[in-house]
């Protein structure tokens, strides 16, 4: 492998760099270690290309800004020296960096921010029942007013106004604050205070001086560090300070390594807690196996972790071969790879979620953002194609991963910690849970969000749930784990999640229900520790610490139980042979 030092092709910290990079790159596409030295590096959005998001607003191009393109056996070296490190520093909308149809890269050694942050913040100086001040920092978050309306200054010559949702954080522990979720109601602008005070008409549950309210502003209209079509792609060290969508997105990639990857707020800049303006990582239809090991998460304002695949509907049969389909959300859509030939194709019955025939792709045709034509290698049955197809769901078992989560620490952000929903064996051990919603949720439908997946082996161990777990809600918190895909009819006699074994954890609970089961055959839960914390009177609606709905063959036993519960053990609706031991 050859070594490029960019200081020797004139790319220098402090300089900004985006055309003459990708030039170097596009010049040395093969068996090539480049080192970056310590120091900032500038980028602005000179670089557009038409690339479709999972899970984000559909653009006709992106903004980017480092881009690596059927590059192979690669290593982007960053440096440490002393407390100096190497810096990608970004203004405006764009994404940070792109891999596309790469093959055994890693990026190491990184820090990636904006100079003027997409989220920003508000301290609490002063509040009333319907008013609240809040003291917005112009050095930090530069920013204006416009007609009634508060507008950010994010760089690149760009203005973002404040127009999206807010999170409230303690502010002394810094975690979002018990109950609040994202419910907390700023309004209107109604006076400018002096001295970066500004006055809101505010509909919100208690708040505190001090405490920070987290301002979403901007679009989701690009990633941090985004992958498709990829193959062995490695992050490490890499800390993650701004993004303005999905931290790192992954789509129809193989074999994906994230170590020591840190979502985290940028503490010298004057930042308090936000990070992210939406996941972290987000992982849709890839395959090979994704390890996520000794990352941490904090002040990401949506779930740190989410593992999918991305199914549609039918609309119609063109001939015995060929089905058009249809992507169902509006954030997941006109993907140019969603199938390949020979990819394993699956159809989902929507009302109860049972798979059924399976098919072998021969082609697949976009014909918009929101239609496609899928062609099969044979026939598909005559009594598959007599059914409505808008009553079935299809998915792609070839773009599935297995999935490993280890040894991380999933601090306050908003919603919940880790999302999966994949076929795929999965395992998620040895990890530090402080989610303010469901540290865990075994999602998967085709109903609503069409993020598919059912699972069929799934290992949660070692891990340690604390009780700020679950102490807002969200959508699909229904426990601190919580097993609940979206089933419109369940039935008893077909689960839909199988094989889920929960062991060798400690739960942390104030009267917080620990599981949610629902729609689950094979369902352990063994050799726990469940304390009850005193850290909060009971909130969650939830009256028992295990629920279980729709779910067969389920054991529970030699937990140890530690404390004064004011609420029942377990609940049964619709179950069948449940083994309880208290």
Same mark, same amino acid.
């Not at 100079?115 to 050095?139: H, M, N, R, Y």
């Not at 001939?319 to 990819?343: N, P, V």
């Not at 352990?524 to 909060?536: E, K, P």
């Given at each position: 492998?050859?070594?490029?030092?960019?200081?020797?092709?004139?790319?220098?910290?402090?300089?900004?760099?985006?055309?003459?990079?990708?030039?170097?790159? +596009?010049?040395?596409?093969?068996?090539?270690?480049?080192?970056?030295?310590?120091?900032? #590096?500038?980028?602005?959005?000179?670089?557009?290309?038409?690339? !479709?998001?999972?899970?984000?607003?559909?653009?006709?191009?992106?903004?980017?800004?480092?881009?690596?393109?059927? &590059?192979?056996?690669?290593?982007?070296?960053?440096?440490?020296?002393?407390?100096?490190?190497?810096?990608?520093?970004?203004?405006?909308? &764009?994404?940070?960096?792109?891999?596309?149809?790469?093959?055994?890269?890693? &990026?190491?050694?990184?820090?990636?921010?904006?100079?003027?942050?997409?989220?920003?913040?508000?301290?609490?100086?002063? /509040?009333?029942?319907?008013?609240?001040?809040?003291?917005?920092?112009?050095?930090?978050?530069?920013? =204006?007013?416009?007609?009634?309306?508060?507008? /950010?200054?994010?760089?690149?010559?760009? *203005?973002?106004?404040?127009?999206?949702?807010?999170? @409230? #954080?303690?502010?002394?522990? +810094?975690?979002? +604050?018990?109950?609040?979720?994202?419910?907390?109601?700023?309004? !209107?602008?109604?006076?400018?205070?002096?001295?970066?005070?500004?006055?809101?008409?505010?509909?919100?549950?208690?708040?505190?001086?001090?405490?920070?309210?987290?301002?979403?502003?901007?679009?989701? @209209?690009?990633?941090?560090?985004?992958?498709?079509?990829?193959?062995?792609?490695?992050?490490?060290?890499?800390?993650?300070?701004?993004?303005?969508?999905?931290?790192?997105?992954?789509?129809?990639?193989?074999?994906?390594?994230?170590?020591?990857?840190? /979502?985290?707020?940028?503490?010298?800049?004057?930042?308090?807690?936000?990070?992210?303006?939406?996941?972290?990582?987000?992982?849709?239809?890839?395959?090979?196996?994704?390890?996520?090991?000794?990352?941490?998460?904090?002040?990401?304002?949506?779930?740190?972790?989410?593992?999918?695949?991305?199914?549609?509907?039918?609309?119609? *049969?063109?001939?015995?071969?060929?089905? =058009?389909?249809?992507?169902?959300?509006?954030?997941?859509?006109?993907?140019?790879?969603?199938?390949?030939?020979?990819?394993?194709?699956?159809?989902?019955? !929507?009302?109860?979620?049972?798979?059924?025939?399976?098919?072998?792709a021969a082609s697949y045709e976009l014909e918009s953002n929101e239609y496609f034509l899928l062609t099969f290698k044979e026939d598909m049955p005559e009594d598959l194609r007599a059914l409505d197809p808008t009553g079935l769901a299809l998915d792609n078992l070839t773009h599935t991963a297995a999935f490993v989560c280890t040894k991380n620490r999933f601090g306050s952000c908003r919603a919940r910690g880790v999302l999966v929903s994949t076929p795929k064996p999965v395992r998620i051990a040895d990890n530090l849970f402080q989610s303010s919603g469901s540290a865990i949720l075994v999602a998967g439908d085709s109903n609503g969000w069409y993020e598919s997946g059912e699972c069929h082996d799934v290992e949660i161990c070692g891990n340690t749930f604390t009780d700020t777990c679950l102490s807002s809600m969200y959508q699909f918190c229904e426990g601190m784990i919580s097993i609940?895909?979206?089933?419109?009819?369940?039935?008893?006699?077909?689960?839909?999640?199988?094989?889920?074994?929960?062991?060798?954890?400690?739960?942390?609970?104030?009267?917080?229900?620990?599981?949610?089961?629902?729609?689950?055959?094979?369902?352990?839960?063994?050799?726990?520790?469940?304390?009850?914390?005193?850290?909060?009177?009971? *909130?969650?609606?939830?009256?028992?610490?295990?629920?279980?709905?729709?779910?067969?063959?389920?054991?529970?036993?030699?937990?140890? *139980?530690?404390?004064?519960?004011?609420?029942?053990?377990?609940?049964?609706?619709?179950?069948?042979?449940?083994?309880?031991?208290?």
């Amino acid at each position: 492998m050859k070594q490029i030092v960019l200081k020797d092709h004139g790319i220098l910290p402090g300089s900004e760099c985006t055309l003459e990079l990708a030039e170097l790159f +596009r010049n040395n596409p093969t068996d090539t270690e480049f080192v970056f030295e310590a120091g900032d #590096y500038f980028f602005l959005p000179k670089i557009l290309r038409d690339i !479709r998001l999972s899970n984000t607003d559909v653009l006709p191009t992106r903004k980017l800004g480092i881009i690596l393109e059927n &590059m192979k056996n690669v290593r982007l070296a960053g440096k440490v020296d002393g407390k100096k490190k190497t810096r990608l520093l970004y203004g405006g909308q &764009m994404q940070a960096v792109t891999m596309l149809f790469c093959e055994n890269v890693e &990026m190491k050694n990184f820090i990636i921010d904006w100079e003027k942050p997409l989220v920003s913040e508000g301290i609490v100086t002063a /509040f009333t029942d319907t008013t609240i001040d809040l003291f917005i920092d112009s050095k930090v978050y530069p920013h =204006r007013v416009e007609n009634g309306v508060i507008v /950010f200054d994010i760089g690149g010559g760009e *203005w973002s106004p404040f127009n999206c949702g807010q999170i @409230q #954080y303690d502010g002394e522990t +810094r975690t979002i +604050r018990r109950m609040s979720g994202d419910v907390f109601g700023i309004g !209107r602008l109604q006076e400018e205070l002096g001295g970066d005070i500004y006055r809101f008409a505010a509909d919100h549950q208690d708040t505190a001086v001090g405490n920070v309210i987290v301002l979403r502003h901007n679009a989701r @209209q690009h990633a941090g560090v985004f992958t498709e079509k990829c193959k062995n792609i490695t992050l490490e060290d890499v800390t993650v300070h701004s993004c303005g969508g999905l931290g790192c997105l992954a789509q129809f990639c193989e074999d994906l390594t994230y170590r020591r990857v840190h /979502f985290l707020p940028n503490i010298e800049a004057g930042r308090k807690v936000a990070n992210g303006r939406d996941d972290g990582m987000h992982i849709t239809c890839c395959s090979g196996t994704v390890t996520i090991t000794e990352c941490s998460f904090v002040g990401l304002m949506d779930d740190p972790i989410n593992v999918h695949g991305c199914c549609v509907t039918g609309v119609e *049969w063109l001939d015995a071969r060929t089905l =058009r389909c249809r992507y169902m959300h509006r954030q997941a859509c006109a993907f140019k790879y969603w199938a390949d030939e020979g990819d394993d194709i699956v159809f989902i019955e !929507r009302r109860h979620m049972t798979q059924s025939v399976h098919g072998t792709a021969a082609s697949y045709e976009l014909e918009s953002n929101e239609y496609f034509l899928l062609t099969f290698k044979e026939d598909m049955p005559e009594d598959l194609r007599a059914l409505d197809p808008t009553g079935l769901a299809l998915d792609n078992l070839t773009h599935t991963a297995a999935f490993v989560c280890t040894k991380n620490r999933f601090g306050s952000c908003r919603a919940r910690g880790v999302l999966v929903s994949t076929p795929k064996p999965v395992r998620i051990a040895d990890n530090l849970f402080q989610s303010s919603g469901s540290a865990i949720l075994v999602a998967g439908d085709s109903n609503g969000w069409y993020e598919s997946g059912e699972c069929h082996d799934v290992e949660i161990c070692g891990n340690t749930f604390t009780d700020t777990c679950l102490s807002s809600m969200y959508q699909f918190c229904e426990g601190m784990i919580s097993i609940c895909p979206v089933i419109p009819e369940p039935d008893v006699k077909t689960p839909y999640h199988k094989n889920i074994r929960i062991h060798h954890n400690i739960f942390d609970t104030p009267d917080t229900p620990v599981l949610y089961g629902f729609s689950t055959d094979g369902l352990t839960f063994r050799d726990n520790r469940i304390y009850r914390s005193t850290s909060s009177e009971k *909130w969650h609606p939830g009256e028992h610490l295990i629920n279980l709905d729709h779910s067969r063959n389920v054991d529970i036993g030699d937990n140890l *139980w530690v404390g004064l519960f004011s609420i029942d053990m377990l609940t049964e609706n619709e179950c069948e042979n449940v083994h309880f031991e208290n």
